[in-house]
């Protein structure tokens, strides 16, 4: 070869020999993202994540401004669970933001003057439903945790709705005219028109007190709200409350603690699956439903086989009669939870499971480390909210918050209502000569069903997150649309969108307007007792496709998710499952 064709060789591949060795070009920044059942929240989470505000940071705002515009599910006047997952080093936490029992409470706390328990519905309004609230000690904690950016930031985006005004959805509205027949005089003047009617759809409406509230929150931190002023303006609403008066005392707002929770995880195929620790009940349910439905093949089966469906609700029933009989606050109470996961244990409970035919009798099984036999068989009210937020490092939170029932209680301070989450105990003690696990004790914490729940693929990285809203429902709205994603490889939004078969006992409903109507003759064919009925459902989720993150909400709710460059979500609406009444 001669060397004037070398040296033009040469030339050629220098710059191919350059290119190799210079640094790959840097990837479009990782973007973050929110969803949340409120366009205004999921907007103001991804306004935070543009300020560099990680996703916990981002969790906050949203929560804050689901206390503005969606006030009757949710707010600083109830609790949350949230589970975080941290992109730098893998680990999973679990904070327990949920309310507590007065010191003062006994396990008769709802029973009436004629010696028997109060109806549930006879219990809500007032103040003895009111537990001590634990969302802003869940917040502090998980900002001290993992926040980026200053706590008085986090408030902006509630203070500046709350000031200059939001336009009233079709779900507040509606859940005025359902349910707001509890709320006391200050929320009756500022969301209810002259003639006591819910104010219009579109209707502005502003919250100063909200709002007051919220800026001295920012500037001195929740001890401004557990102590001082505003916690002598709790004690007086629930103590001198015209219904169901309580014991509160300041002590116990004072006393308050939110607690982190080691989440609860198990194996589902190749997928981990990691829950909330009681006194959720939620997390240890969806993993029971899952692992008991593990032998079968229901990636072969397919959303439309009637005979997965049915497996489905059998799977449901034996979740649903273990958590009544043995979920509790675990400060309180023994909770078998390492029996209640052990795997030997939930084959045992699947075995019970047949295709061809369903159970005739449900009950509890007896795992290892069971304390002597207890019921809890209250069921939650529909209400609650739902959020997940991802920030551009990767990490993750998911949080279910709540006041329980629409409005709570239906006393306010402040702008704020006031959870009635005590309703979820179980208002009789003993029963067949047991006490019961989730009866009312001073200091402790109700059972709930709200789920987040953090799924990780088998490279470790996560691969959906996803929680709900809607009473006990909850369970079986994660665990359905756990399904669809990891077996029937249905996108997330998708896999919420499908109807649910909800069956916490022998009998089933099959949700109205959805594909599972068309199958009820199939599953009565094999011993399915259902009727169809709408369900109060709303669920949000964010999923990893491919190595990129994407929304999902609920088509049921006015949720949307919403990307940190304010990209939002289209959710089909037209067409989609008809709303329930609310």
């Given at each position: 070869m001669t060397r004037p064709l070398v040296a033009s060789l040469l030339l050629l591949i220098t710059p191919t020999i350059a290119e190799a060795r210079r640094p790959a070009p840097t990837p479009p920044r990782a973007l973050g993202m929110v969803s949340a059942a409120d366009p205004r929240a999921a907007a103001a989470g991804a306004e935070i994540l543009r300020k560099g505000g990680s996703a916990t940071d981002a969790a906050i705002a949203t929560m804050l401004v689901l206390n503005v515009v969606e006030p009757q599910n949710s707010?600083?006047?109830?609790?949350?669970?949230?589970?975080?997952?941290?992109?730098?080093?893998?680990?999973?936490?679990?904070?327990?933001?949920?309310?507590?029992?007065?010191?003062?409470?006994?396990?008769?706390?709802?029973?009436?003057?004629?010696g028997k328990p109060l109806p549930v519905f006879a219990a809500i309004p007032g103040g003895r439903s009111v537990g001590v609230p634990g969302n802003l000690r869940m917040m502090a904690l998980?900002?001290?945790?993992?926040?980026?950016?200053?706590?008085?930031?986090?408030?902006?985006?509630a203070i500046k709705l709350a000031q200059n005004g939001f336009a009233i959805t079709p779900r507040l509205h509606n859940g005025l005219a359902n349910f707001g027949r509890h709320i006391d005089p200050w929320a009756r003047g500022h969301f209810?028109?002259?003639?006591?009617?819910?104010?219009p759809v579109g209707t502005l409406l502003k919250s100063p007190e909200q709002a007051a509230l919220f800026a001295a929150i920012a500037k001195n931190g929740p001890d401004y709200f557990y102590k001082g002023a505003v916690a002598q303006k709790i004690v007086a609403a629930v103590n001198t409350s015209a219904q169901?008066?309580?014991?509160?005392?300041?002590?116990?707002l004072a006393g308050y603690r939110a607690k982190e929770r080691a989440p609860l995880c198990i194996m589902y195929r190749v997928y981990k699956v990691c829950g909330m620790a009681p006194p959720s009940s939620g997390g240890t349910a969806v993993l029971m439903i899952l692992k008991q439905?593990?032998?079968?093949?229901?990636?072969?089966?397919?959303?439309?086989?009637?005979?997965?469906?049915?497996?489905?609700?059998?799977?449901?029933?034996?979740?649903?009669?273990?958590?009544?009989?043995?979920?509790?606050?675990?400060?309180?109470?023994?909770?078998p939870i390492k029996g209640l996961l052990d795997p030997a244990y939930l084959a045992s409970r699947s075995a019970l499971i047949s295709p061809e035919?369903?159970?005739?009798?449900?009950?509890?099984?007896?795992?290892?480390?069971?304390?002597?036999?207890?019921?809890?068989?209250?069921?939650?009210?529909?209400?609650?909210?739902?959020?997940?937020?991802?920030?551009?490092?990767?990490?993750?939170?998911?949080?279910?918050?709540?006041?329980?029932?629409?409005?709570?209680?239906?006393?306010?301070?402040?702008?704020?209502?006031?959870?009635?989450?005590?309703?979820?105990?179980?208002?009789?003690?003993?029963?067949?000569?047991?006490?019961?696990?989730?009866?009312?004790?001073?200091?402790?914490r109700p059972r709930s069903s709200m789920a987040p729940t953090i799924v990780y693929a088998p490279d470790g990285k996560v691969r959906i997150a996803i929680g709900a809203a809607g009473g006990s429902t909850i369970i079986a709205q994660v665990a359905k649309a756990l399904v669809g994603v990891l077996d029937w490889k249905l996108s997330a939004q998708n896999a919420i969108a499908m109807g649910l078969l909800y069956a916490p006992k022998l009998d089933a409903v099959a949700e109205k307007g959805t594909q599972l109507e068309a199958m009820v003759p199939a599953l009565q064919a094999l011993g399915?007792?259902?009727?169809?009925?709408?369900?109060?459902?709303?669920?949000?989720?964010?999923?990893?496709?491919?190595?990129?993150?994407?929304?999902?909400?609920?088509?049921?709710?006015e949720g949307v998710a919403v990307r940190e460059d304010g990209q939002t979500t289209q959710i089909i609406r037209a067409g989609a499952l008809p709303r329930p009444a609310e």
């Amino acid at each position: 070869m001669t060397r004037p064709l070398v040296a033009s060789l040469l030339l050629l591949i220098t710059p191919t020999i350059a290119e190799a060795r210079r640094p790959a070009p840097t990837p479009p920044r990782a973007l973050g993202m929110v969803s949340a059942a409120d366009p205004r929240a999921a907007a103001a989470g991804a306004e935070i994540l543009r300020k560099g505000g990680s996703a916990t940071d981002a969790a906050i705002a949203t929560m804050l401004v689901l206390n503005v515009v969606e006030p009757q599910n949710s707010g600083i006047g109830g609790g949350s669970f949230m589970l975080h997952h941290d992109a730098a080093t893998s680990a999973i936490a679990g904070f327990d933001g949920r309310e507590a029992a007065p010191a003062a409470a006994d396990p008769k706390w709802f029973y009436g003057p004629d010696g028997k328990p109060l109806p549930v519905f006879a219990a809500i309004p007032g103040g003895r439903s009111v537990g001590v609230p634990g969302n802003l000690r869940m917040m502090a904690l998980a900002h001290q945790r993992y926040g980026k950016l200053p706590w008085a930031t986090l408030f902006g985006p509630a203070i500046k709705l709350a000031q200059n005004g939001f336009a009233i959805t079709p779900r507040l509205h509606n859940g005025l005219a359902n349910f707001g027949r509890h709320i006391d005089p200050w929320a009756r003047g500022h969301f209810l028109a002259a003639d006591g009617k819910p104010l219009p759809v579109g209707t502005l409406l502003k919250s100063p007190e909200q709002a007051a509230l919220f800026a001295a929150i920012a500037k001195n931190g929740p001890d401004y709200f557990y102590k001082g002023a505003v916690a002598q303006k709790i004690v007086a609403a629930v103590n001198t409350s015209a219904q169901n008066p309580s014991k509160m005392t300041l002590v116990d707002l004072a006393g308050y603690r939110a607690k982190e929770r080691a989440p609860l995880c198990i194996m589902y195929r190749v997928y981990k699956v990691c829950g909330m620790a009681p006194p959720s009940s939620g997390g240890t349910a969806v993993l029971m439903i899952l692992k008991q439905l593990e032998r079968f093949d229901m990636a072969g089966l397919g959303k439309d086989s009637p005979v997965a469906w049915h497996l489905f609700a059998e799977s449901e029933r034996l979740a649903y009669a273990d958590r009544d009989m043995y979920l509790g606050d675990p400060d309180h109470v023994t909770v078998p939870i390492k029996g209640l996961l052990d795997p030997a244990y939930l084959a045992s409970r699947s075995a019970l499971i047949s295709p061809e035919r369903s159970m005739t009798s449900i009950a509890a099984g007896t795992p290892a480390g069971a304390p002597p036999r207890t019921l809890a068989p209250n069921a939650d009210v529909p209400g609650t909210s739902d959020l997940v937020a991802v920030d551009r490092k990767g990490n993750v939170a998911e949080v279910t918050t709540t006041i329980e029932s629409y409005f709570g209680s239906g006393l306010s301070v402040d702008g704020v209502m006031l959870n009635n989450e005590l309703t979820d105990f179980d208002f009789v003690p003993a029963k067949d000569g047991y006490l019961v696990a989730n009866r009312v004790e001073g200091g402790k914490r109700p059972r709930s069903s709200m789920a987040p729940t953090i799924v990780y693929a088998p490279d470790g990285k996560v691969r959906i997150a996803i929680g709900a809203a809607g009473g006990s429902t909850i369970i079986a709205q994660v665990a359905k649309a756990l399904v669809g994603v990891l077996d029937w490889k249905l996108s997330a939004q998708n896999a919420i969108a499908m109807g649910l078969l909800y069956a916490p006992k022998l009998d089933a409903v099959a949700e109205k307007g959805t594909q599972l109507e068309a199958m009820v003759p199939a599953l009565q064919a094999l011993g399915e007792h259902i009727q169809i009925a709408p369900l109060g459902l709303k669920a949000n989720a964010i999923e990893r496709v491919d190595g990129a993150w994407v929304g999902a909400a609920d088509p049921r709710s006015e949720g949307v998710a919403v990307r940190e460059d304010g990209q939002t979500t289209q959710i089909i609406r037209a067409g989609a499952l008809p709303r329930p009444a609310e």
